[in-house]
């Protein structure tokens, strides 16, 4: 899965506009058991390090 795109899932699931930190969260959360397109990193990776939500 890793680098590979999963339309269908994100077809679906459509980042909100002006999403919030802790809908990106959900978002990222979601979306990183579905598909590789995008890896979580920088600020996000930072911000879930501090909520010890594990990715
Ligand atoms: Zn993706």
Avoid: S, V, Y
């Avoid at 995008?38 to 594990?54: D, N, P, T, V």
């Amino acid at each position: 899965m890793e680098g590979k795109i999963n339309r269908e899932w994100h077809t679906l699931h459509k980042m909100p506009k002006n999403p919030g930190m802790d809908q990106r969260i959900a978002w990222h959360l979601e979306h990183a058991q579905h598909c590789g397109c995008r890896k979580i990193e920088g600020k996000l990776a930072e911000e879930m390090k501090k909520r010890g939500i594990k990715f």
